[in-house]
């Protein structure tokens, strides 16, 4: 399987050619051909066991690939040990040395490279990670968000040509871990490296990342930018996976130029564009037509006559809501699907859009996206962060 992210700089391209790894009769990996354009924000999303931290142990050289080659721009560093590569990696435990202070944790890749005026480069470092004035302080003395910092500022100081970051943020908590997204993202965009990012975490992937590759079983099953992915799923696991999906069974009753009509249970007909449509368009064939919960209007059934003409539209009647606070959840009994969920920002909330209560759903056919039907509708539920 080849993935390109998007066109960059050739000369410091990170470059996967049928890079694979097998533990025994075990495959981590499958087969993989992906190219990370120079200087960009790159995320391997995915569940643990999915292949991802394997992927950039081999890219840092930390593992051996049963097959393939790793290339840093055109060198193939494949048989290098990880010290000779042009990479440096930051992991969830950040390993500073307790017994240094900030500023010799950072000085300590020059020092070990016998390079004796350091005060200008781990300056400058800290400056960028916004810790010029906690040189002197030791690890320990640090929040857990300013340690990260701290590691990354070290990894960075030599230079090198990528930075591998595995689930770096994993141990933080919720506000912290969100403050550290948009940190990270400055950094990389300040100082231009290539970043290549690992994690579980949807949410984290897409935050900071120009592009996501959502592995699945040792295997990419998507790549694009976060908005891509998001508005664009190809598979059920990457619309499940990504936030939520209602996933519906219909069969195709025709085309229209660039619509396709589709009719699900209870005779429901729904429309949506061919080009969202990854699978057979022929009619009497199966789809399943997918709507993200937030894409939905919930109109009571008493205002349906409001309702404009041109949307999809669906009956139902609620079965449960939940009150987040920047929004409510809803299910929605309907011939469609038995539960279907709807999100509603709190903005001017209908006192009557309580559980029992009769409603018409109803949203913009353009937001529908279409998959195949013979995949499995359930599949990456429960494995997002």
Request: hydrophobic content about 35%; some cysteine.
């Amino acid at each position: 399987m080849t993935e390109t992210a998007s066109t960059g700089p050739a000369g410091g391209d990170v470059r996967l050619a049928g890079i694979s790894k097998k533990y025994g009769s075990f495959r981590a990996v499958e087969p993989l051909d992906l190219t990370v354009p120079q200087g960009t924000f790159f995320a391997l999303l995915g569940a643990s066991g999915c292949g991802k931290t394997t992927t950039l142990r081999m890219i840092a050289g930390l593992e051996d690939p049963t097959t393939g080659t790793v290339f840093l721009g055109d060198r193939d560093v494949t048989d290098l040990p990880p010290h000779k590569r042009p990479v440096n990696t930051v992991f969830q435990s950040y390993a500073l040395f307790p017994h240094l202070d900030i500023f010799e944790n950072v000085a300590f890749g020059l020092r070990r490279r016998g390079i004796k005026s350091v005060k200008k480069q781990v300056g400058e470092m800290l400056d960028l990670v916004q810790l010029g004035d906690h040189a002197r302080r030791k690890p320990q003395q640090l929040s857990g968000g300013q340690q990260q910092r701290v590691a990354v500022a070290r990894a960075l100081i030599n230079r090198p040509q990528v930075l591998l970051l595995d689930e770096p943020l994993g141990a933080l908590d919720l506000k912290l871990r969100r403050q550290m997204q948009l940190e990270l993202k400055r950094i990389q965009t300040e100082v231009g490296v290539t970043f290549i990012h690992v994690t579980h975490d949807q949410e984290e992937a897409m935050t900071m990342a120009d592009t996501i590759a959502v592995m699945n079983a040792g295997r990419v099953e998507q790549l694009g930018s976060p908005g891509e992915l998001y508005e664009n799923p190809r598979t059920t696991f990457v619309a499940n996976f990504l936030g939520t999906s209602n996933l519906i069974e219909t069969e195709i009753l025709g085309t229209d130029g660039a619509g396709l009509t589709v009719s699900g249970g209870g005779g429901c007909k729904l429309m949506l564009p061919r080009d969202r449509c990854s699978t057979g368009t022929a009619a009497g064939g199966k789809v399943l037509v997918g709507i993200r919960p937030e894409k939905i209007t919930l109109t009571h059934a008493d205002d349906a006559g409001a309702i404009p003409e041109g949307r999809n539209r669906v009956p139902g009647r609620i079965a449960d809501t939940s009150f987040i606070g920047v929004s409510t959840q809803y299910v929605v009994h309907s011939p469609v699907c038995p539960d279907l969920a709807v999100y509603a920002q709190n903005i001017e909330r209908d006192a009557r859009l309580v559980p029992g209560a009769d409603v018409v759903l109803h949203w913009n056919p353009e937001h529908t996206f279409g998959l195949g039907a013979d995949q499995d509708r359930s599949a990456g539920e429960g494995e997002a962060a």
